[in-house]
């Protein structure tokens, strides 16, 4: 009898197991991620790459590219906490070359991720990219939308999941603050533009299922960021807006990097309507979203304390990680 009790208890304990991973199998996570100067080693004649030379001032040999290489996969894969990324969006990489070694020369080759790239005309050479698994995510369509005075462009990518939900992605990498009011109404020019791609598709389906993922360069309650007429969360209004994923991160004070010795938001995930409400399909809430603030991504800094693990502590290769921290997104069936 006691054993009949402890076979049963064990079916029920392997059942339940089998019943979590299903559960974990349906989500879809997105991965937004400034990896922070993610170049190779050779010379583009046309960009300002210099500095990411062997023969440059940061003394950008092979191996400390291999070093960054592997300290992205690494995070990557550490962020995921058993099930990677089906989606990465990624800025400050700078170019094709430097993705490929990332998703087929790591531990990331076994998943099977496709690159969307396109060449931007910034004068670095840093781009956005999208990376997805091929067996879980198939783009339809992608496009880099230009943007009337700006260097960097806006990804734009559509495709389709194994369930069949279409999604929409945006991957953003808005101009710095330097250059104060100048610079904010760069991002409001760009954010204009985004509204305009993010309003066309709602003219077309106000169900639309919209993902916006970047480094905006700027807070969650913006200036730039109120131009895409972004709601709170909290705030139906219904489909055929934007939700604010960050805000309530913003709110409990949590951050991407760590500037003047505090901890702010600029890494953003906005979504649409959709996918907060629908009550069929890919859905995701308030506790879909996290910052991947893991101990191996951090340093103690003298005069900062806590602070962000970079490639380089000013001019010194210490051979870190990046200045921003990733962000998750899990969406849930």
């Given at each position: ?16 197991m089998i019943f979590v991973n299903s559960l974990h199998a349906q989500d879809f996570k997105v ?252 859905r995701c809430s308030a506790g879909s979203i ?44």
């Open positions: 009898m006691i054993a009949d009790y402890q076979d049963m208890k064990n079916i029920f304990v392997i059942l339940l991965m937004f991620y400034n990896v922070e100067n993610f170049f190779d080693t050779e010379d583009d004649p046309n960009t300002n790459d210099d500095d990411f030379t062997p023969e440059g001032t940061n003394h950008w040999t092979y191996r400390r590219f291999i070093q960054k290489r592997n300290n992205i996969y690494k995070t990557i894969i550490a962020a995921g906490k058993g099930h990677v990324p089906h989606v990465i969006g990624l800025c400050e990489i700078e170019n094709r070359y430097v993705l490929r070694q990332l998703t087929e020369q790591t531990p990331l080759s076994k998943y099977n991720y496709g690159i969307v790239h396109y060449d931007s005309p910034d004068r670095r050479g840093i781009d956005v990219a999208l990376v997805y698994q091929k067996d879980s995510f198939d783009v339809i369509v992608s496009k880099a939308h230009k943007v009337p005075g700006q260097t960097r462009d806006i990804l734009y990518v559509k495709g389709k999941t194994n369930d069949n939900d279409t999604l929409h992605f945006f991957v953003n990498h808005w101009t710095s603050k330097w250059g104060g009011a100048a610079s904010e109404n760069s991002r409001i020019a760009i954010a204009e533009v985004l509204k305009h791609l993010v309003d066309s598709i709602f003219d077309e389906n106000a169900n639309a299922n919209i993902c916006v993922m970047g480094d905006f360069n700027d807070y969650p309650d913006s200036k730039p960021v109120q131009t895409l007429n972004v709601k709170p969360m909290h705030t139906n209004a219904g489909n055929g807006y934007l939700y604010n994923m960050s805000l309530h991160l913003q709110d409990d004070k949590q951050g991407s990097i760590k500037y003047q010795n505090k901890w702010e938001l600029i890494d953003l995930f906005f979504v649409s309507g959709n996918l907060l409400f629908a009550e069929t399909g890919l996290e910052i991947f603030k893991a101990g191996f991504l951090l340093e103690t800094s003298p005069g900062e304390g806590e602070a962000l693990k970079r490639t380089y502590r000013g001019p010194v290769y210490v051979g870190g990680f990046s200045d921003h921290l990733p962000v998750i997104l899990t969406f849930s069936k």
